[in-house]
């Protein structure tokens, strides 16, 4: 069966970006030729979840990120329809069922914050992999909300580079 994997960076206090949406303490990390994994994760994964904030913020790096060869699924309540490999959808809890369903590869989340607080509200994350970036943002849009159910994790394995960024594998005990 497919797995539903999150796929995300945040500050080292739980940031996924300011109360304005910048993400720019990302780029702290960014060093010449280090991916930190990123294409090996996404040979794994065929469909891509993004709520619409995360789509548009990716929009402004260029068509580069859009993944011609995936299925991308944009969690929106105005925007509807389908544009190339782009399908908007507004019930991410009902998609994923859908998803789960289907053959295929796993499925790459990559937030928002919504995103993220509805899909463990209903235990359909399978594994969680977090990429620790090593600033503290006081404020600002937290990855992990409160009043969500409680979920043990198995540790997987952990990588850290020479930036200062860790990244974190765990898979989610559903039912527990």
């Not at 303490?25 to 990123?38: P, R």
């Not at 260029?62 to 507004?90: E, T």
């Not at 409160?146 to 580079?161: A, C, H, M, P, W």
Request: aromatic residues 10%.
């Amino acid at each position: 069966m497919r797995k539903v994997n999150l796929y995300i960076a945040m500050s080292l206090d739980g940031y996924i970006a300011t109360a304005d949406d910048n993400i720019d303490f990302l780029t702290m990390v960014e060093s010449a030729g280090e991916d930190y994994g990123h294409k090996a994760f996404m040979d794994t994964v065929d469909t891509v979840v993004w709520g619409r904030k995360t789509y548009d913020k990716v929009l402004t790096f260029g068509d580069n990120l859009l993944y011609p060869d995936k299925k991308i699924y944009v969690m929106s309540r105005q925007r509807k329809g389908d544009k190339q490999n782009i399908r908007y959808r507004d019930d991410v809890v009902s998609l994923i069922h859908e998803l789960k369903q289907q053959e295929g590869k796993d499925i790459y989340c990559d937030g928002g914050a919504e995103i993220v607080d509805e899909l463990l509200k209903h235990q359909l994350i399978d594994r969680i992999i977090v990429s620790i970036i090593p600033h503290l943002l006081g404020s600002g849009k937290s990855l992990f909300k409160n009043g969500r159910l409680e979920q043990k994790l198995k540790f997987k394995k952990s990588e850290t580079y020479p930036t200062g960024l860790v990244q974190l594998w765990y898979d989610v005990k559903q039912g527990v």
